[in-house]
């Protein structure tokens, strides 16, 4: 089985443009989580989507979006890129049954974002 | 709010000895789970091991295992039988409603032949 992909692996923006990142959730998995992995630095929450709703949202601006499509895929935006978004970014799948935390979240491995 | 404390930035340990990472949480909810992922330079976040909070019962997966105090809110990752390809970032992570997961800061480990 396929695990989590994400898309693309690594991107070079300039400051004020905008990015698009991509993530396939591990096939019944209706749950994807975003992070922001700054080097030198444990993951930060973005996002938290489930059944196509935004769940969980962690302190970042308005400049970041995201969403799910009905296939559970998922999309990070990032508008107005700053220097300080150069970071990994991480996309996580789960279960996610029903509001249980006994789902084990599985991770791509990233897009490294680098803004010039 | 929830954080996760790792006080050991870096670590290093001989191949085949036994190393011990520190993590320290906090947290008002009585219902959770903790876990230690190990990153590699591949960046691919992997789980190492994770613990109920409702068991008493330290988890252990082969190698390694955990010294869980929830009243202490301590959570340490003992690595048996040091090798090489343990050499990575290893964070403590914490996770209670939905799937939001609240890692710690890291601790590079290397292990040294």
């Known amino acids: 089985d396929a695990g989590v992909t994400q898309s693309p692996t690594h991107l070079i923006k300039t400051r004020g443009q905008q990015v698009t990142l991509r993530c396939s959730p591990i096939?019944?998995?209706?749950?994807v989580s975003w992070y922001q992995q700054v080097l030198g630095q444990g993951p930060q929450f973005i996002f938290q989507?489930?059944?196509?709703?935004?769940?969980g949202r962690g302190n970042f601006p308005d400049r970041f979006s995201a969403r799910q499509f009905p296939n559970y895929s998922s999309e990070l935006n990032v508008n107005a890129l700053l220097l300080g978004d150069s970071a990994l970014y991480l996309c996580?799948?789960?279960?996610?049954?029903?509001?249980?935390?006994?789902?084990?979240?599985?991770f791509g491995q990233g897009t490294r974002l680098t803004v010039v | 709010a929830q954080t996760v404390t790792q006080s050991q930035p870096e670590m290093s340990v001989q191949e085949a000895e036994t190393v011990t990472l520190s993590c320290t949480y906090d947290?008002?909810?009585?219902?959770?789970?903790l876990f230690w992922y190990k990153q590699p330079p591949s960046r691919q976040m992997i789980l190492v091991i994770r613990?109920?909070?409702?068991?008493?019962q330290n988890a252990t997966e082969n190698r390694f295992s955990v010294n869980f105090q929830k009243a202490a809110k301590s959570f340490s990752l003992k690595i048996s039988d040091s090798q090489l390809g343990d050499t990575a970032m290893y964070f403590c992570?914490?996770?209670?409603?939905?799937?939001?997961?609240?890692f710690g800061p890291g601790t590079s480990l290397s292990v040294i032949p």
């Open positions: 613990q109920e909070a409702y068991k008493q």
């Open positions: 992570a914490f996770r209670s409603s939905y799937d939001k997961v609240i």
């Open positions: 996580a799948s789960s279960l996610r049954t029903g509001g249980s935390v006994n789902t084990e979240a599985f």
């Open positions: 096939s019944g998995h209706k749950s």
């Open positions: 989507y489930y059944e196509k709703e935004e769940r």
């Open positions: 947290t008002s909810e009585s219902n959770y789970y």
